[in-house]
């Protein structure tokens, strides 16, 4: 799942839904021709898997939140849902990012739902009031690729037990840990994980 219809159409453009057998959405429609029929046979998969991407935007942040809870998403079924970035914490460790900053993004930032909050960081909540972020746009299409790709692998592999998957990383120039963290569990009579990585890509 992704944040902007753009995303989505850059991952289907690049082949990425044929290459990992799954399907490419945005959480606003796109594709709208398949939109409708794709989610129906994904809420029927027992076996489902979620990967939410998105821009470090309120409206990013909030897209788990969005697809957990929402009944037009995956409300009332018991999956994982993994957060592949870009959050907040993932441009506070790196010095090459894009920040933005604009009084539109600091509106949204006031409408963060309080469930939403709770998840982020004493830094990264007052960094996106004050209206600054990031957005996937900025990155190469390589690194986008890359980032999917890997986090992807990542999880598969965490839940395989293979802890030591979380040491690779694709680009030289990362650096720190990138393993996969646990940020919380919905134990409202459902199993519904919510995963995040520690760093982008």
């Not at 986090?151 to 030289?172: E, F, P, R, Y």
Request: aromatic share 8%.
């Amino acid at each position: 799942m992704c944040d902007t219809a753009e995303i989505a159409q850059f991952l289907i453009a690049n082949n990425f839904h044929f290459e990992n057998n799954c399907a490419v959405l945005s959480i606003d429609g796109y594709p709208e021709n398949i939109f409708s029929t794709v989610m129906q046979m994904l809420k029927q998969n027992p076996d489902l898997k979620v990967y939410a991407f998105h821009s470090a935007t309120p409206r990013g942040v909030t897209m788990i939140d969005e697809l957990r809870n929402s009944p037009n998403w995956f409300g009332r079924n018991n999956l994982i849902i993994y957060d592949l970035g870009l959050l907040p914490r993932h441009v506070f460790a790196s010095k090459n990012m894009w920040i933005i900053k604009s009084d539109e993004s600091a509106r949204q930032a006031q409408q963060i739902p309080t469930a939403v909050k709770s998840t982020l960081s004493t830094n990264e909540l007052p960094w996106l009031e004050a209206g600054f972020c990031v957005e996937l746009e900025s990155f190469s299409p390589r690194k986008l690729l890359q980032v999917v790709s890997q986090g992807i692998a990542k999880t598969q592999a965490v839940a395989n037990g293979d802890t030591s998957a979380s040491d690779n990383s694709l680009d030289s120039g990362d650096s720190g840990d990138d393993g996969i963290i646990l940020v919380g569990i919905d134990d409202d009579n459902r199993n519904v994980g919510f995963f995040a990585s520690d760093s982008f890509g």
